[in-house]
């Protein structure tokens, strides 16, 4: 059955896909959130073999050849041009893909930050459900976030929401890729974790999990890492209240529970810069249904857009 055929039947559907730094998540998504046919694979990473890739999963995905797409991408997405300007370890910059797949025949396709996409989710049918200012942070190797604002999401120039880049240590903190010293990716991130397990001469891999389960037990030096790892978090999300006042700040990626659970440890700093905060709900597949949200959204307004012509 094809896109056009369940249209018929009063559903409307997108694809979404979500392109991690490691995985690629992809799935026909209804206006409810819902997901059908998904497909769950390692990302290519080069730049002929993805563009190959997402077109042929846009092509399983909808055999109408003319369904609205969304796809949320690491690394920074200029959501004016619809191009991602860096993807991290994806060779993908400037990659033309909305005209790979049939933009310019008048096909939907829109492209965002995977954070911007989850919140999308989160705010629709997750964690933020109700809630009109939201600010996201994903915890996993990285750190990355989105800003909703009014119940839309803060696009600024090009890239608001590079929320992993809040400094919390102004001096002596550690390089980060942005260049910049003492970003809270470089305190608070996976990859700052593990660095912390093995400064503390914990085993090596110790997984968050873990470290939150021997704190609950009293571990003395599990409490010290969770400290240190979740400190600055909380720097960050008060500077963020500071900066923008949300009504629900979430904590999702693949880290995002056990860093909701980890604040536990890291008391606030200032009764001025207190909102609710939240683990997010919908884990993995939160950007594979915000991006097809995103794009049946995009896909309304340009059909209101025509009806009005
Ligand atoms: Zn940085």
Known sequence: ????????????QAVGIDVG??????????EDGRISTPIYERVITDRQGFAQRIETIVGLLDQSSSGPVGIGLPGRVDVQRNRAVSAGYLDIAELPIPELLGGEMGRVVRLDNDAAMALRA?????AAQGFSNVVLLTIGTGIGGACAMGGKPVQGHSFAGQLGHITVHATGGALCKCGRYGCVET????????????EAGLPEGMRAAELLQRGRAGDALALTVLRQWAGPLRCAIETLIAAIDPDLIVLGGGLGAEAFA?????????????RPIRAAILGDDAGMIGAGLCALAFAATQVGEAAAC
């Not at 730094?21 to 209804?30: E, H, P, S, V």
């Not at 989160?122 to 997750?126: D, K, L, R, W, Y």
């Open 1 to 12: 059955m094809n896109l056009i055929a369940r249209k018929a039947e009063g559903r409307r």
């Open 21 to 30: 730094g490691t995985n690629l998540r992809a799935a026909l998504i209804d």
């Open 122 to 126: 989160e705010m629709a049918i997750g």
């Open 187 to 198: 305190t608070s991130s996976g990859s700052a974790l593990g660095r912390l397990v093995r």
């Open 262 to 274: 980890a604040l536990d440890y890291a008391p606030f700093n200032s009764e001025w810069f207190q």
